[in-house]
């Protein structure tokens, strides 16, 4: 029976972003999308990935750097890639980088009338599975890691991030 890896998570608050959920919330968030790894992985220790909080213009920069878009985004992905010649370490699998502008998923909660927990919850997934290999670059691609996100949402007790409540009181 194979143990499962341990996550290292390398947190990095570059803009001072309050309001960061704890730890412990953040990997149990990567921990439920890596159970569902696109391909078998040799067994190894340690998961390892860096979380970046930024600002509006480290953002941007990094959206119109790898993206070829002169604005900021809510979540980029930028999975690790062994260079050539450089073999893999059996005791830890490097995922790669996660970057959250801080801004971008404040006002994005607010005007989607979401709560902050499950906003983070959603963009942590959502990052995470794109460091596995998940994308919707294809409508059939979206779909799929919609419904995957909405499951493991579900499952941690988060509503569908893709109903947005309406602004209506009753």
């Known amino acids: 029976m194979s143990k ?3 996550v290292h998570l390398d947190l990095q608050n570059a803009c001072e ?13 990567i921990n439920c999308a890596l159970a569902h790894r ?5 067994p190894h220790k340690t998961d390892e990935l860096t979380l ?10 990094l959206n119109r750097r790898y993206r070829g878009k002169d604005s900021a985004t809510n979540v980029l992905s930028f999975p690790f890639e062994y260079p050539p010649g450089i073999p893999d370490d059996p005791d830890q699998q490097i995922l790669g980088d996660i970057v959250i502008c801080a801004p971008v998923m404040h006002s994005e909660s607010f005007h989607q009338n979401k709560s902050i927990k499950a906003h983070w919850a959603h963009l942590i997934i959502h990052g995470t599975l794109h460091l596995l290999g998940y994308d919707h670059i294809s409508n059939t691609e979206a779909q799929q890691m919609e419904q995957l996100e ?19 009181t009753h």
């Open 4 to 6: 499962t890896p341990t």
């Open 150 to 168: 909405t499951q493991l949402l579900n499952n941690l007790k988060f509503p569908d991030p893709y109903k947005h409540p309406s602004f209506e």
């Open 38 to 42: 696109k391909t078998e992985v040799k």
């Open 17 to 29: 972003a309050s309001g960061i959920p704890d730890t412990g919330e953040l990997i149990e968030w």
């Open 52 to 61: 970046r909080i930024v600002n509006i213009e480290e953002m941007t920069e």
